[in-house]
């Protein structure tokens, strides 16, 4: 596999240096101050990888991720032969640059969420976790959203009742911040009321309707990828189930079958995202890699637990409800057939998705989830796992 590391560019605390140091060689990295929907120059893509070059330690810009889909196409609402043409467009220029792996998301508004950034560790490390109490406790108190009762259990409603009476605005502030934390761009951090007002936005769209407009999108942009010898990759859903109201349309095989046979090209395809995946009971990651792993470019390696009431918590790498080892001797083994028919590009980019804050991670402010250490004990298990599966292989 090869080993990557997502960089957020010139404002990422974690330096190019040391990027190296992890023994990562494939940058993951994206554009994030180009709002939604506007094309990638030549111009501005060349200027981040002279960045990444000038830095003299053996990087080079592999995957994208992402390059973001406008809301505008979700909702399939708006001047849609524009945006398409400009999503074609920053392909090409990718392309003509030499990037040729997009990584990407259909998840309407947010991405990533979770409730709390820095749930406490062993030790005193931290953690990434998705509490369903906290998040029913802001759907229906803070969001004022009634219906979200059907979306969680009984419990986790009580407990939201506590939580909510208890709470001080200060948390609340806290609370709603965590939520937003996943959109990595500098473009579309919510409050209440402006979240309330796009949520209507996406009002009386269901799944069927919300799946037609993803079809839409890859059938205007999939040939083009093909053509261009590029390789599209959708990130699960995060977490992979029905948030806020919007549906969410890639959290599971059912779903992913979908997607890749909706077009049927090698363009169509998947990031393997095992924490993501793994945060739906009824995924099992490694039948999923194995299921569609002629269609994997790219993977994100992690690891969460579950609990009963639906909240997750982000665990080491190699510990949690999935099996990683059995996913990565899937990965490799998708690995090994490729290189049996020959191909170039037999070998898998993968990355350290997520890590704990430890140590020297804790105030350094890295962007939520991404911590230098914490990755880095992540990517060194992974890479031992690797090793030990590579080795017993030939
Ligand atoms: C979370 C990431 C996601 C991913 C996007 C891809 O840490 O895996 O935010 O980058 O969903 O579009």
Redo the contacts with the bound molecule.
């Keep these: 596999m090869i080993e990557g590391w997502?960089w957020f560019g010139p404002v990422d605390k974690i330096t190019l240096p040391e990027v190296a140091q992890t023994g990562a060689t494939a940058v993951v990295t994206a554009l994030h101050d180009i709002p939604y929907g506007v094309v990638w120059s030549v111009e501005d893509i060349q200027e981040r990888q002279k960045i990444i070059l000038a830095a003299e330690v053996g990087l080079s810009w592999q995957v994208v991720?992402?390059l973001?889909i406008h809301e505008d196409i979700k909702k399939g609402t708006g001047d849609l032969g524009s945006l398409f043409a400009n999503y074609r467009q920053s392909m090409a220029n990718l392309a003509a640059c030499g990037v040729e792996t997009i990584?990407?998301?259909f998840?309407p508004l947010l991405?990533?969420t979770r409730t709390t950034l820095n749930a406490p560790l062993r030790g005193g490390g931290t953690a990434l976790r998705f509490s369903a109490p906290h998040m029913a406790a802001f759907e229906l108190f803070m969001l004022k959203r009634p219906e979200a009762e059907d979306d969680y259990t009984p419990e986790a409603i009580s407990a939201a009742k506590i939580w909510f009476q208890q709470s001080t605005v200060q948390m609340q502030d806290v609370l709603l911040n965590s939520i937003m934390a996943?959109l990595?761009g500098a473009y579309d951090r919510y409050s209440v009321d402006s979240l309330r007002n796009a949520l209507s936005g996406y009002d009386g769209l269901g799944r069927d309707a919300l799946r037609a407009n993803y079809e839409r999108f890859l059938q205007e942009v999939i040939p083009a990828a093909a053509d261009l010898g590029m390789k599209m990759c959708v990130?699960p859903d995060?977490p992979p189930r029905d948030i806020l109201g919007l549906p969410r349309i890639v959290s599971d095989a059912a779903d992913i079958d979908w997607i890749l046979s909706a077009v049927p090209d090698r363009a169509n395809g998947l990031?393997l995202?095992s924490g993501?995946l793994g945060a739906n009971p009824v995924n099992d990651v490694p039948a999923i890699a194995r299921q569609f792993a002629d269609r994997i470019h790219f993977a994100?390696l992690r690891n969460v637990s579950k609990e009963l009431d639906g909240s997750f918590q982000e665990a080491e790498h190699l510990t949690g409800d999935t099996d990683m080892v059995d996913l990565i001797a899937a990965l490799l083994a998708e690995e090994a057939r490729r290189a049996d028919e020959g191909r170039a590009d037999a070998q898998i980019v993968m990355r350290p998705?997520?890590g704990h804050e430890l140590g020297p991670d804790l105030g350094r402010g890295a962007h939520p989830?991404?911590p230098f250490v914490g990755r880095l004990r992540g990517l060194a298990e992974l890479r031992g796992v690797i090793a030990g599966l590579s080795h017993s292989l030939n």
Excluded: V
């Design positions: 997502r991720e992402s973001p990584c990407y998301n998840m991405d990533w996943g990595p990130h995060d990031t995202c993501s994100h998705d997520h989830g991404y």
